[in-house]
């Protein structure tokens, strides 16, 4: 009974993750078009949430947690992105699929997809919203302090603050191509380099 | 007498015994505290100090004042974490950054007051927001950093703004608007060396 409870967990997981990653993956297109393409994602990912044995998730009043046993399945990573989506994410009472008002559609996309691709081993960070909407990691330790901004242009910007030294280090990296329609691996991999790296030193 | 006050006063503060920046002789009031004033004390009103003649802060914020960033926002779980980490009580950077421009972040002087004293004034702050606008607004504490973090983290300075004598313990902390990562830079400073001191309920 719990291993087809762990199975199903597992399986909505999936796709939890892989909704979430198809709405990343589409996010940054820009117009109307991409606006639709991404509450269409949002949409296939909260309904499979909503129609599974479980309840769906989000703020509009529905509740949808693993038992221990499953949470223990899941990494820490994994985990956390379940609470962004759980605390971010709603389903209206016309079955659509939201994102909290309070933060920017492309810049959670954005950041969830920062989240997926960041090595297991990382420390787990705590959000932040920033007060023009973007959403944004933050990693805060006796040690120091990193933070990395997502905006809806498809910008990371990110600080950091090492205790012991003083050292400060900041910059922005463009995370789109020219055309503005995929995200870069390239980008992405100079991103890992410089947050983690930075990531590493306060944790 | 006047003349030997003046002199005994330059005398404590050159063998570092008398802090003439922030001067006793300067608090408002006699025995009067933010907490008696809450409580209706008629002869005791920090916020009418103006009206009453009391004498105020000093005009020029020096930099070894400790000044206190209110905490405020929902009462929710979700709400909270958009503030400060509860399991840390760390506050979040996006507590110390502004959308206007130049920024400005509000703040309390609070190095001639007790913690009581400066919670008074943020409870004080968060019912009068929610007078104006109805809302539901819960106080949670404030951040304490000293100005001299502020100077060293990048902000251009620290000014007093007494709304016109009716908030005598206000100031602004003041900065140009810059690039998003420069202002996470200062805020990633302000926010790690910010003392988050909790209001208890």
């Not at chain 2, 100090?49 to 400790?66: F, K, M, N, Q, W």
């Not at chain 2, 996006?94 to 609070?110: A, G, K, T």
Request: proline fraction near 3%.
């Amino acid at each position: 009974m719990v291993n087809e409870k762990i199975e199903q967990g597992t399986s909505r997981l999936g796709t939890l993750v892989g909704g979430a990653a198809m709405l990343a993956c589409v996010s940054f297109p820009t117009g109307a078009h991409s606006s639709t393409l991404m509450r269409d994602n949002l949409d296939y990912a909260e309904h499979k949430i909503a129609n599974d044995t479980s309840t769906g998730s989000g703020f509009a009043g529905q509740t949808y947690s693993f038992n221990e046993a499953q949470k223990q399945k899941f990494s820490r990573k994994e985990n956390f992105l379940i609470e962004l989506v759980r605390t971010f994410v709603s389903v209206d009472s016309s079955d659509v699929a939201k994102i909290d008002p309070d933060i920017n559609e492309k810049s959670f996309s954005a950041a969830l997809m920062f989240l997926m691709r960041m090595p297991n081993g990382l420390a787990i960070p705590t959000y932040d919203i920033m007060p023009d909407g973007d959403f944004s990691y933050v990693w805060h330790t006796d040690k120091g302090i990193v933070t990395t901004a997502f905006s809806s242009e498809g910008w990371l910007n990110y600080a950091s603050y090492d205790a012991k030294t003083g050292n400060r280090h900041k910059g922005k990296i463009c995370l789109l191509n020219k055309e503005e329609k995929i995200l870069l691996e390239k980008e992405y991999s100079e991103a890992n380099e410089i947050i983690f790296s930075l990531i590493r030193k306060v944790t | 007498m006047k003349l030997f006050s003046l002199l005994l006063e330059k005398l404590l503060n050159f063998i570092g015994l008398y802090n003439s920046q922030i001067s006793p002789i300067e608090t408002i009031g006699e025995n009067c505290s933010i907490s008696s004033a809450l409580e209706k004390n008629p002869s005791c009103d920090p916020e009418g100090a103006s009206s009453s003649g009391v004498t105020s802060l000093p005009d020029i914020v020096s930099d070894d004042e400790r000044i206190a960033r209110v905490i405020h926002g929902g009462s929710s779980l979700k709400s909270i974490k958009k503030l400060y980490n509860p399991s840390t009580n760390k506050i979040k950077p996006s507590r110390f950054m502004d959308d206007r421009n130049p920024r400005e972040l509000s703040v309390n002087r609070i190095s001639t007051l007790t913690i009581d004293e400066s919670h008074a004034l943020g409870v004080a702050f968060v019912d009068d927001l929610n007078s104006k606008s109805g809302g539901n607004v819960t106080y949670h504490g404030y951040g304490e950093l000293t100005v001299k973090i502020c100077l060293e983290a990048g902000c251009t300075e620290v000014i007093k703004d007494d709304v016109a004598g009716t908030k005598p313990y206000h100031a602004n902390i003041l900065y140009p608007k810059k690039e998003v990562f420069e202002e996470l830079d200062i805020a990633n400073v302000l926010a790690f060396h910010a003392l988050f001191v909790k209001h208890s309920k």
